[in-house]
């Protein structure tokens, strides 16, 4: 069996309390009260999250692309009763795929997605007809929306590095010892620029509208820097400028009828 280290038990634990502590009270207030509801977490990562959707009631599954965090996910879940599995949401038969789900979530995955239009569409077949989408992800125009910030140049973890000219493009190959996973997932992200805009106009496309947002200058994932969330107020309904100062977003989403 495989080592879980130190590291692997804190990410596992940051996980469970952003869900514990401030989406599943958003989700309280939406009236999902997960009374034995059933939800599929996309893209599960160490399976901290889904341990807490399954601690407060719900009937969780949820799958990965990356083989050792679904190994994880399952070796922390201890006695909880669900399964991680790997899969590939661009898979035609991904996991679960046939099943239809009360809650879908994906918590800081949607940005990294390549096809997001095909994506969605997807996530709508899996999706029952009173059923929600639960999407977060930082803003690409906000301070660390490249997620530049797993660099180990102290210049590319500067805030608004990668909107400089040529920081991506150029600069970012020339910091030794990167990296290279890191180095080019920030390529990725810098090409799809996935921006609130954007995303609401895919939304549209998508045939998707907004139950509710929440907006964060401090998103509650920097808890695990030891911040508190702090909201974007009314500086998250300026167009623009809501783009830089919002740097985690959390979005709850329904079929439009």
Known sequence: MFEITDHDRKYWQYEYDVVAKHLLPLLKECGLNSNGETL???????????SAFYDAGFVCKGFDIETRRVELANAMRQERNFEMVYGNIYDEDFPYSKEQFDLIVLHDVFEHLGKK???LEKLKSCLKSDGRILITFPPYYSAYGAHQQLLKSKMGKL??????????????????????????????LASLKMGIHKFEKLLERCGLSV????????????IRFGLKPISAGWFGNIPILNEIVSSGIVYLLKNKN
Do not use: A
């Open 117 to 119: 239009e095909l994506v």
């Open 159 to 188: 805030p608004f590095f990668h909107l400089l000219p040529f920081s991506i493009p150029f600069l970012i190959d020339k910091f030794p010892n990167e990296e290279k996973s890191f180095v080019e997932e920030i390529k990725k």
């Open 211 to 222: 139950e509710q947002v929440r907006k964060y200058i401090i998103g509650p994932n920097h």
């Open 40 to 50: 599929l977490d996309v893209g599960c990562g160490d399976g901290g999250g889904v």
